[in-house]
Nanobody, 124 residues
Framework: QVQLVESGGGLVQAGGSLRLSCVASGLTFTSYSMAWFRQAPGKEREFVAGVTWTGGSTRYADSVKGRFTISRDNAKNTVYLQMNSLKPEDTAVYYC?????????????????WGQGTQVTVSS
């Protein structure tokens, strides 16, 4: 049984930082590219960042470039999202996703497994 469990969300003031973590189990972690998506109320789920299975290639949404950093620790079956300079528009539920992809894709349909999400709220 595959499980992706996110943690690290919370309430932070604009300009602050948070670090999200996603621990994977029940799959061969090094066979999967990992990504973070987010969904704000009334909006569609959108791609935030992704990393290939080696960690050698990353991709970011334009809205988070220069502020967010995705990384992975294959020894711990964990992917991270370091979020700096947070803005109120970053407020959303953040989801971790896994897909057997050679490259990072931005479509949510490309990912097979999903976590339950963690809430990030940025106050102005």
């Amino acid at each position: 049984q595959v499980q992706l469990v996110e943690s690290g969300g919370g309430l932070v003031q604009a300009g602050g930082s948070l670090r999200l973590s996603c621990v994977a189990s029940g799959l061969t972690f090094t066979s999967y590219s990992m990504a973070w998506f987010r969904q704000a109320p009334g909006k569609e789920r959108e791609f935030v960042a992704g990393v290939t299975w080696t960690g050698g290639s990353t991709r970011y949404a334009d809205s988070v470039k220069g502020r967010f950093t995705i990384s992975r620790d294959n020894a711990k079956n964990t992917v991270y999202l370091q979020m700096n300079s947070l803005k109120p528009e970053d407020t959303a539920v953040y989801y971790c996703a896994a897909g057997r992809l050679i490259v990072v894709l931005t479509s949510s349909a490309s990912y097979t497994y999903w976590g339950q999400g963690t809430q990030v709220t940025v106050s102005s």
